[in-house]
């Protein structure tokens, strides 16, 4: 089986499968943070270099307080325990978005998190927190553009690689899988550059249940597809 090199994922349904359970959404995105755990464990012993996340976009925002609120406190727990998995699997955490609108005790524990895994290398993992792809992308212009006026970049010379160093997810490789569970078939403002050629698999599957079975399904669905990034394949 050809793994991937790097697979994204959007982590959908964990509010709406613990409704459908009769319980809190706060129950959902708390069995859902566990099985992130897992899957990491799962995506490494398969062979799979990077992981990337969306667990919070800036529109989550929008949700209710409480909800909110419940989120926030889920990540200072996610983000202590990351610190035990990132040594287990010798796993560098990088954080895409942009932290700023966190608490600062939140930020503060980001920056433990990436600064205590740097040098790991057997596992790359981004959790895209406070993360939206059209804010990236301007963000990234933004800085662009002030290089260019401060003279360290010739707008001639401006590439798709030299723009690329202006993502948050710079020296990172594209996807080459994106996997989003629950049903929906939409990329919800996600990583909208680095998914150019990217192959898309859609599962109905909730995400606190979509365990190592499932992500070997989308792998193997992954290898029926003919990756040919706009050539022809030769009869």
């Given amino acids: 089986m050809n793994v991937p090199n790097h697979i994204a994922i959007i982590l959908d349904g964990n509010g709406r499968w613990a409704k459908a359970k009769g319980m809190p959404r706060s129950y959902g995105h708390i069995k859902g943070c566990a099985n992130l755990e897992s899957i990491c464990d799962d995506i490494k012993d398969l062979g799979v270099k990077y992981l990337t996340v969306y667990a919070f976009s800036t529109e989550n925002w929008k949700r209710s307080r409480e909800e909110v609120e419940g989120l926030m406190k889920l990540f200072r727990s996610y983000l202590k325990k990351c610190l035990k ?7 560098r955490v990088k954080i895409i978005g942009d932290p700023s609108a966190f608490a600062p005790d939140i930020q503060d524990k980001i920056r433990e998190l990436e600064e205590f895994s740097k040098d790991y290398d057997e596992l790359y993992f981004q959790i895209a927190l406070n993360y939206g792809s059209r804010d990236e992308i301007i963000r990234g212009v933004r800085r662009l553009t002030q290089d260019a006026i401060d003279g360290k970049v010739k707008p001639e010379d401006i590439n798709e690689n030299i723009f690329e160093n202006y993502l948050d997810t710079a020296g990172i490789p594209d996807p ?39 992500l070997i399904k989308a792998i193997e669905k992954y290898n029926e597809r003919d990756r040919r990034y706009g050539g022809v394949k030769e009869e």
């Fill in 85 to 91: 998995s990132a040594e287990k699997n010798h796993m």
């Fill in 176 to 214: 080459d899988l994106l996997i989003r569970t629950s049903g929906e078939q939409r990329l919800s403002n996600y990583l909208l550059w680095q998914l150019a050629y990217a192959e898309f698999y859609f599962t109905d599957v909730p995400w606190p249940d979509f365990h190592k079975p499932e």
